[in-house]
Every structure is written in C-alpha cells, then in structure tokens.
C-alpha cells in the first residue's frame, strides 16, 4: 500500500522517445526517509524519468505530484558549475538562485564534508573530474529539500566519496526527506531503500 500524503506520486506515466516507448504505464510513490533506487540498462531511460520528476520534461500520458509546500534539488549527471569561478562561487551562486540559507560557514563546511576544501578556491577549469563532481554534490551538504533527484550521484567518486554520498543521503533521509537516484552502483546507504527496475516498454 502507498504511504499517505506521499512526498512523490507518480501514476500511469508514459514517455515516447521518436517511435520509442520508454516506458507506459508506470506508477510509484516515495514516501518520507524512503530512497527510490532507479536501475536499469543505459537507455532505458532512467535519465528521461528523473528529468521529468524534476519538471525539465513532459510525459506523453500520465501525471506526476509532489506534496504541496515542499522543494526539491535536482543533481544530473552532468557537473552544473561555470568553469571560470571557484567551487565556493557556484555554491554561492545556486544558493542565492535557489533561495537557500547558506552562510559562508555552512558553505566551507559543505567542501569539508565533501573533501574539497583545499581546492574550493580554485577555477572549477582547473579541477580534476572527481573534485568537480565533490564541488556539484556540496550542494547536498547544505540543501534541506525535501525531495532530493540524483543522476549517477557516484560518477568519477573514488570509494571515499562514495561513502560520503551515502552518508548525506542517509541524513536527508533521517530528517523525513526522500531521494530518488538512477545509479549503475549500490549507494551504500542504510536506511529504506526501494528498487524500481526499468525495462524497455514491450
């Protein structure tokens, strides 16, 4: 049974790519402190689905709802930073963009918690993959969202960076958030954690 007043519903969604089904008639809920796990083969359209949570795309039928009032943070797979300014600058900037009380002591420690201090001062042009992807996932650290969309949050992470997405997914979770991820990997996080296998519509 669906948990009432769920965070997230989903119901007969149906998505066309040219002459492609993606998928039809799929439906889900996501409740509080619940982890949707998206899995499933490149193309099938794991992508297409968190975007279209997010309200960056538009299903061919159905609907989707989130409970009233609440925010969400959508993370996809690409780095969203502007190469010319620093780590802390684009975290300064989506703040502001986004509305999110963040003073400069919760933005450090956001590059703390993500193990980038050291480089948070720096062009984003001058980073490594793996501390772009720290820089984008600080946003993690200081979001209270209640709805968190990731795409591959663990792309370009070594093991270290792995455990830290898993450790701040299990406090959005602890704190009554939900998330939903497409990833190829177990995140690692410990609380309730829902599988949604996707297929290629029949």
Same mark, same amino acid.
């Given at each position: ?13 149906? /998505? ?27 193309? /099938? ?8 949570? @997010?309200?960056?795309?538009? @299903? ?58 050291? @480089? ?57 958030? @939900? ?13 309730? /954690? ?9």
């Amino acid at each position: 049974m669906p948990a009432p007043n769920p965070i997230l519903d989903a119901r007969d969604l149906m /998505v066309w790519r040219g002459e492609r089904c993606l998928f039809r008639a799929l439906g889900f809920s996501v409740a509080a402190g619940e982890l949707l796990w998206l899995r499933g083969p490149n193309g /099938v359209g794991k992508t297409t689905l968190l975007r279209l949570l @997010a309200g960056l795309g538009q @299903a061919d039928a159905g609907n989707c709802t989130r409970r009233e009032g609440d925010a969400q943070l959508y993370v996809g797979h690409l780095d969203a930073l502007k190469r010319e300014l620093t780590p802390r600058e684009n975290l300064r900037a989506w703040c502001a963009l986004h509305a999110v009380a963040a003073d400069e002591a919760a933005i450090s420690a956001a590059f703390d918690t993500l193990g980038i201090a050291a @480089a948070a001062d720096l062009p984003v042009a001058q980073l490594s993959a793996g501390q772009r992807r720290r820089a984008t996932l600080a946003k993690l650290a200081v979001s209270r969202a209640a709805l968190w969309l990731l795409d591959e949050p663990t792309t370009n992470l070594d093991e270290q960076g792995q455990r830290v997405v898993a450790t701040l997914i299990d406090a959005q979770l602890a704190r009554g958030g @939900a998330v939903v991820t497409a990833s190829h990997l177990a995140l690692g996080v410990r609380g309730r /954690v829902t599988e949604l296998a996707l297929e290629t519509a029949a």
